[in-house]
């Protein structure tokens, strides 16, 4: 199986940043997407960014330069930073890797990180 590890979150005041990694490690035959959500309770997990295995990223709307998504292939990690933060950034944010865990198995799985708090206050 595969486990993601993030890191980074925690609480600022508005125009404040952050820097948010996760790791991906276990049984990895290929890496493909790798992404970060957000999700507040009761509402569902939105996505925020997202990269493919090749670096071309792509942001949800509100991003608008904001945070900016990066990975490093070779130790299966993928960074969001976070700039400019508002209030209305206050979430739980979570990692995502699609996943070719095996040579056997060609089609790929999503796997989620744990989740990690992210609280801008005004």
């Known amino acids: 199986q595969v486990q993601l590890v993030e890191s980074g979150g925690g609480s600022v005041q508005a125009g404040g940043s952050l820097r948010l990694s996760c790791t991906a490690s276990g049984s990895i035959f290929a890496m493909n997407a790798m992404g970060w959500y957000r999700q507040a309770p009761g509402n569902q997990r939105a996505l925020v960014a997202i990269i493919t295995n090749g670096g071309s990223p792509n942001y949800a709307d509100y991003v608008k330069g904001r945070l900016t998504i990066s990975r490093d292939t070779a130790k299966n990690t993928v960074y969001l930073q976070m700039n400019s933060l508002k209030p209305e950034d206050t979430d739980v944010y979570y990692c995502?890797?699609?996943?070719?865990?095996?040579?056997?198995?060609?089609?790929?799985?999503?796997?989620w990180g744990q989740g990690t708090q992210v609280t801008v206050s005004s």
């Open positions: 995502l890797a699609n996943v070719r865990y095996s040579i056997l198995v060609p089609r790929p799985k999503d796997y």
